[in-house]
């Protein structure tokens, strides 16, 4: 084939399928475990082993178990080989709540599902003021649910700060809610509808104070509700459970990040004073085990702070949680930080971005994404080491597990609630890890 | 897009834009830039080529605050640099700078990298910023790989979207650092083209480039550095066809 020019013309052969593969399960069985003597009796070994420990620990959960019995003995008259679930069953509200009132036990529930759908927007793309979400349910959910659950009237049990912000934030859920409705019937979101009417009144900052606007007017009716509503006041100390340690391990959670990038660029800082001062942190805390952390700030914290001012166990747990895994993330974000590419903070500053900017737009997300797997890491860590602050008396799941064979009805049941609390940590940890995979893959830096 | 002589398009030179005066740098011991004495003109297209490690990127740094120096004066418009490397807003939205290796920002989309700047420093609404972004990237010629990541496309779209970047800022002053050397021949054509055509628009361009090509169609002058000195500097028909010394000469005759 020749064209024109005289020249040979270039045509690519035809693409074709890649041969197939097609390996039958028991072939490639074969060829991956039976492929050599060594390999063949490895298998076997393993198999026999396993089979041995997974039927041993079958009859003892499932085949030999009891379920329905009222005290442990009864569990031991019928099956003295198998597992006392009965035990675990009948404690499983406390597990569960702690020893918070049966009958208010509602406003837990209520309170765990408003703190998902408060994130559900997240899911949509197109929603006004996304950004925010995050920071609001960080910044504002905290007072509502503490308002939720330790109950009391506003001016009395509850301050008027307090009261104030848990205004604001039901006013702020009904904002995103109804910013949701309105972004997926593809209309103008709130704030825009009234933008006309803001620009008109003020010629500055109209988009702001317009999103202020509306947001305080959608929080007017949520405060006529909440001053009329009386829910019944709930001590701190009747707390514990499941939920308290979610409330622990959240908290410390969504925490370790800002404390962590904080004490991360501190440490990078080349101002001596913020310098020496993350370094002091970092090394302080994760020199010490969590435990004489949470004893210090049981006994040290209320001799520092003064004296009018009086702070419940809870909070003294939650400073030292987390300021403990801040410390730790602290490290997690360095290496992040360090793996940037000097190029990046050079491009940032040839476009002008000061030093917030480049931080906060261009090397904290690469940083943050690239250590998912390790922030993920320490998360799943905070999760399991909450648990500790049963020593110090907070009746999370752990010592209300331990209460459970000080019951006179099933004195000396050990192994059952432990079982049971392994099953629920490994359900929570594999579904963090999960996730990490999944967001891991979605948020990779370079999208190549 | 033909390549052709700019002096017919652009206006005359005029005032200067940079001005550098017994420039001196050292990296510890090492003298890396010697008494570099160097004006550079309004609208004036200047390339800087010599052997590697001669101090050209050093050199060019040194004019948008990358780089700190110990001796001299660089003043940009009049506005003289402080020494050391403090962030100076009127040196970065006066002085744009394109890299070798692009670094682009891998996180955000092409579109996103070159509105980042004017949302956040320029305080632009979003449909604003968009547009003209969107323009840009048209002129360089990519406005259909606005929504792809940066390692989603070619070196040479890269390389068109960091102009961009750039100019979005709205700079008087571009610096390129052999911005075509880390590409493959097919696309070095498609930056220089971009190059050009932003000369054409009087835009003053210090360059460090090994394209002599290049050089001769659109630089006003040429400088040839060695050992972190200025050997040589003119306009390209006499630092490139006709150099007096000795070292260009060797250097020139390598590379062409
Ligand atoms: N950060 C640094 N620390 C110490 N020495 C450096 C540093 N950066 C550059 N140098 C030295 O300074 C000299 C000039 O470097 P520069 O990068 O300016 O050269 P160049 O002309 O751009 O070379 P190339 O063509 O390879 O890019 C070189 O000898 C180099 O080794
Ligand atoms: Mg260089």
């Known amino acids: 084939m020749s064209n024109k020019t005289g020249l040979k013309q270039f045509v690519a052969k035809p693409a074709r399928l890649p041969t197939q593969n097609d390996q039958t399960i028991i072939r490639r069985i074969h060829s991956r475990c039976f492929n050599t003597i060594g390999n063949s009796i490895l298998t076997i070994s393993v198999v026999v082993l396993g089979w041995y420990v997974i039927s041993a620990a079958l009859d003892w959960a499932v085949f030999n178990a009891v379920w329905h019995a009222s005290t442990r003995r009864e569990c031991m008259n019928i099956s003295p080989e198998g597992a006392c679930w009965a035990g675990v069953i009948s404690w499983f509200n406390g597990l569960i709540y702690g020893r918070y009132p049966t009958d208010q036990q509602w406003r837990i529930n209520l309170g765990f599902i408003l703190a998902v759908m408060w994130l559900f927007p997240l899911s949509c793309q197109k929603i006004a003021y996304r950004n925010f979400i995050l ?23 509850i301050g008027v700060f307090h009261g104030v912000l848990t205004c604001l934030a039901s006013g702020f859920f009904i904002l995103l809610y109804a910013n949701w409705l309105l972004a997926i019937l593809n209309k103008p979101h709130l704030c825009e509808i009234f933008q006309p009417l803001a620009s008109r009144l003020f010629n500055r900052w109209s988009q ?121 993330m602290a490290e997690n974000i360095r290496g992040g930080l360090q793996a940037i590419p000097r190029g990046q903070y050079e491009a940032a500053q040839a476009l002008g971005l000061g030093y917030w900017f480049t931080m906060l737009l261009i090397v904290l997300p690469q940083a943050l994404r690239l250590m998912i797997p390790n922030i993920m890491t320490s998360f799943i860590s905070i999760l399991k080491d909450t648990t500790l602050v049963s020593i110090i008396g907070l009746f999370d799941i752990m010592l209300m597990a331990r209460n459970i064979s000080n019951d006179k009805d099933w004195i000396g049941l050990h192994t059952e609630p432990i079982a049971m609390i392994s099953i629920l940590f490994f359900v929570l940890c594999y579904s963090m890890s999960q996730y990490s995979l999944n967001l891991e893959k979605r948020l990779k830096v370079d999208r190549s | 897009m033909t390549l052709q002589n700019r002096s017919a398009t652009t206006p005359e030179p005029h005032g200067r834009a940079i001005e550098i005066s017994g420039l001196n740098k050292w990296y510890g011991a090492h003298h890396v830039l010697r008494d570099i004495s160097l004006d550079i003109a309004e609208s004036e297209i200047m390339v800087v080529c010599g052997p590697s490690g001669s101090g050209k990127s050093t050199l060019i740094r040194c004019l948008n605050h990358l780089e700190e120096y110990q001796e001299g004066e660089v003043s940009v418009f009049g506005h003289t640099l402080q020494r050391n490397t403090q962030s100076d807003r009127y040196i970065h939205q006066t002085i744009g700078m394109v890299f070798q290796s692009f670094n682009l920002f891998p996180h955000l989309s092409v579109l996103q990298n070159c509105t980042l700047g004017l949302t956040w420093l320029r305080k632009k609404s979003d449909s604003e910023a968009r547009d003209i972004a969107m323009s840009l990237l048209e ?118």
């Not at chain 1, 009716?221 to 959240?250: C, D, K, M, N, Y």
């Not at chain 2, 200025?230 to 070292?247: A, H, S, Y």
Request: hydrophobic letters at 55%; one cysteine or more.
């Open chain 1, 135 to 157: 920071l609001s349910w960080i910044g504002l959910y905290p007072f509502f649910g503490a308002y939720l659950f330790l109950g009391g009237t506003f001016g009395v049990d």
């Open chain 1, 208 to 328: 702001p104070l317009c999103l202020l606007f509306v947001w305080l007017v959608l929080s007017l009716p949520a405060a006529a509700v909440l001053s009329q509503v009386q829910l019944q006041p709930v001590a701190i100390e009747r707390w514990g459970g499941l939920f308290l340690t979610l409330i622990i391990a959240t908290f410390a959670i969504t925490m370790s990040i800002p404390i962590g990038v904080i004490l991360a660029l501190g440490r990078q800082s080349t101002l001596p004073v913020v310098h020496w001062l993350s370094l002091l942190v970092i090394e302080l805390v994760r020199a010490v085990p969590l435990i004489t952390v949470l004893f210090m700030a049981v006994t040290l914290l209320p001799i520092f702070l003064p004296s009018d001012m009086e702070l419940n166990k809870l909070s003294q747990v939650l400073f030292a949680v987390c300021i403990f895994a801040g410390a730790y």
């Open chain 2, 139 to 256: 002129r360089v010629g990519i406005a259909n790989l606005a929504d792809r990541f940066p390692g989603q496309i070619s070196g040479g779209q890269q390389q068109r979207v960091a102009i961009s970047r750039s100019l979005a800022m709205e700079p008087k002053i571009m610096l390129f650092d052999e911005p075509t050397s880390a590409l493959d021949p097919e696309m070095v054509k498609e930056v220089l083209d971009v190059m050009v055509n932003l000369a054409k628009t009087g835009m003053t361009m210090v360059c460090v480039t090994h394209e002599m090509q290049f050089a001769r169609q659109v630089a006003d002058r040429v400088v040839f550095m060695e050992d972190g000195e200025i050997v040589e500097v003119g306009p390209p028909e006499q630092v490139l066809l006709n150099p007096q010394w000795d070292r260009t000469k060797e250097f020139l005759d390598h590379i062409l």
